[in-house]
């Protein structure tokens, strides 16, 4: 799938903005942003459900609203939680959505997949919320599509749940399967992406694998300890151009200068510091930010900067 330069206006204000990424066959692609960024428009002018203002979007070579119906039969799309039909139970919604593809995943195999076996003649309105999450994934993959979109695909669900779920998702993309999956969690992001787009104010501001885009830097150096340290007497022990920042509770970052790498004896600065206050520093690490600290960066740590 291809999407160039995608642009979606609504009163007069660009929700996309130049949009531009490839998902492609045998690889799990991230979209990741904040709530109103233009992630969601994006995916739906994909699924063809919105008709783009510019730019333009291709799904397995084809314009998504061009009504190809043998379009339609390879690309999956995660039903919301309306979408389902309340009064089918769990197994008859995958046994109908299977017997409209030629080759799909035998429905019984799938269910227990999932993990709703045992839910199989359980009508959906009678499923929890996390059940139909699942069972919304299962009628995306069950007809063995070439590209899939699932939105936030393991939200509300348990540990056992999700980690049902991701295997799924990763043996799909092993048989080839392109996925396209939005979500606000960073772990899912960092566990299944191969490639991760962050969305903010409709525009694409990072792209790359989970590793790219939290590789290591030299200039810069991550230790834990209480939250609220007061930094102003650390700041001067440091080299110049060297700065502290807490960057969330209990996580601080020591930065230097683009043009030199942090000097070795910086460790033993804040070790000795923090040993004279009374605190140990952990997690020392040179320069390896989490896919969180990079997100937040780039979309803002205060919710009014999204």
Not at 235 to 247: E, F, I, S
């Amino acid at each position: 799938m291809a999407v160039e330069g995608l642009v979606k206006a609504y009163n007069g204000r660009n929700v996309v903005d130049g949009v531009s990424f490839r998902a492609r066959y045998g690889s799990i692609t991230a979209v990741l942003g904040p709530n109103g960024a233009g992630k969601t428009t994006t995916i739906e002018c994909c699924e063809g459900l919105r008709r783009p203002d510019g730019g333009q979007v291709r799904v397995l070579g084809h314009d998504p609203h061009g009504g190809n119906a043998d379009l339609r039969a390879r690309v999956g799309v995660m039903l919301q939680d309306g979408g389902l039909p309340n009064g089918a139970q769990a197994g008859e919604v995958i046994r109908h959505v299977a017997a409209m593809h030629d080759n799909p995943i035998p429905p019984n195999a799938l269910l227990e997949a999932v993990g709703l076996a045992e839910q199989a003649k359980i009508r959906v309105r009678r499923l929890s919320g996390g059940q139909r999450q699942r069972l919304a994934v299962a009628a995306a993959v069950v007809g063995r599509p070439e590209l899939v979109f699932l939105d936030e695909p393991s939200a509300g669900l348990d540990p056992h749940g999700r980690l049902a779920l991701w295997a799924v998702i990763q043996t799909l993309r092993a048989s080839g399967t392109a996925v396209l999956l939005t979500t606000h969690s960073m772990e899912e992001a960092e566990r299944l992406a191969d490639q991760i787009i962050v969305v903010h104010r409709g525009k694409v501001v990072a792209q790359g694998t989970p590793d790219e885009l939290t590789e290591s830097s030299s200039h810069e150096l991550l230790f834990s300890a209480p939250p609220n340290l007061d930094l102003r007497n650390l700041g001067p022990l440091l080299p110049p151009g060297t700065t502290v920042v807490q960057r969330r509770a209990g996580s601080y970052l020591v930065s230097g200068t683009d043009s030199e790498p942090l000097d070795p004896m910086v460790i033993v600065t804040i070790t000795a510091w923090c040993t004279r206050i009374g605190v140990t520093p952990k997690g020392l690490q040179l320069g390896r930010r989490s896919l969180e600290d990079v997100y937040l960066d780039l979309t803002g740590r205060n919710p009014d900067d999204a």
